[in-house]
């Protein structure tokens, strides 16, 4: 991985790479910010998994993150939202399928499979990589993300609990199945059949069974996605309910789906995640 | 004025403006952050001016400053750096002159001075319009900026002590007559006579006389545009040695022109302006 930007941010570092990523076949572009602790010892991790039409640049610039990261002496990374470049399957009209919406699921369609290997690369490649690269706590890291950010953040921590010491979510796209986003996705990337994506869906994978110690999820009631249930937070909440899974669900009266709600409540997220990456 | 946008963030609104300007000729858009005090009294306010290239977006989207004001009941103001419109005078080749660099003066040549009024604007016209329609307590108000805007804050209380209760700047434009953005935008707005240009170049105003309290800068040791000569805060700085003009130059060890740098520093702005804005 090379280096491609180095801003000095709250006494540490937000960097910006590039790498060839062999999940997804394909140069990718990510961004990790060291705090100043990270100058004389490994640090724990907080993956944070962006939404629609992101990249890794809208949350390093707009979610106020980093000043928590420092204070708590916790690492942020910011991976990209779907393969990129010339090779890369995309729909150039539509901002809901191919770049910038990957899902953080493994495709099996073409002309997807071939690049769109999102779950493998955040969940396995990544952080094989910045381990093995960066000042990081080995196997010491947690999951946060927004809208379908949110949506992988939940299927990482559900699919593999022992993986990440805490999972927390904004306007997560909870259901996908059942919401219209996420059916276009699962359509194209894993084809008809909707028991293929089962593995992908949190609400699904919690009446399936699977169990993380808990789970944050902050939804505002003014989000125009959440009026047009695209996330469908109720709904993994009764999931959650009749399963036994512990979910605090906060409704933040009159926030809205941007950037400037996660703003407002990244700081209590972030301490949230520092005491459990704290505690191992 | 009529809002056409309004966002929650940190209990407070971040609104967003248009109106058509008397001085600018033309209809302008800005920013405005209500804290949540705004909703049972009247606050202070703190005007940002932003540099070269911005609009009212880019601080109110990557400075962090909403939370600090939200904590100390402080309004944030956002205007544009320049009048905009069709019918508008700009370069389209040029981001140092025209649209996006209005320089915080008011334009005596063609093609220029029709719109580009951004002194009167930013220290006369915004401020009536403010304090009469929105909960800002009258004359309460101190400036801060970025940059070209830096630029515009340390003028706007040199020649209007009376006008604002505190200054700050980072990486101020502090010599523009020294510097080659600075003379390239005042020999267009303000012609060849570099006498008409004085009273815009903080450095000159305080060698002439003009006095504030105090005056709080950081600077970025790893400013590109620092190491350009751009800026000139050491000048700034022997000048007001000189004159006996406090001043405060914090050089700031690693850090860059964007606004991870602000975004570091802000909370600290925030709270110098707020002693300054309480305490009256």
Known sequence: MQCIESIKEFGGYLNRYRHDSAACHCEMTFSVYLPPQAETGRVPALYWLSGLTCTDENARVKAGAQRYAAEHGIALV?????????????????????????????ATQPPWATHYQMYTYVSEELPALLEANLPLLPGVKSVSGHSMGGHGALICALKDPAGYKSVSAFAPICHPMESSWGQGCFTAYLGDDTQAWQAYDATFL?????????????????????????????????????????VTLRMQDGYDHSYHFIATFIGEHIAYHARALKGS
Chains 1, 2 share one sequence.
């Open 78 to 106: 910011f991976p990209d939202t779907s393969p990129r470049g010339d090779d890369v399957a995309g729909v150039a009209e539509r901002y809901d399928l191919g770049k910038g919406a990957g899902f953080y699921v493994n």
């Open 206 to 246: 919690v009446e399936a069974g699977a169990r993380v110690a808990d789970i944050l999820i902050d939804q505002g009631t003014e989000d125009e996605f959440y009026a047009g249930k695209q996330l469908l937070p109720e709904t993994f909440q009764a999931a959650c309910a009749r399963a036994g899974q512990a």
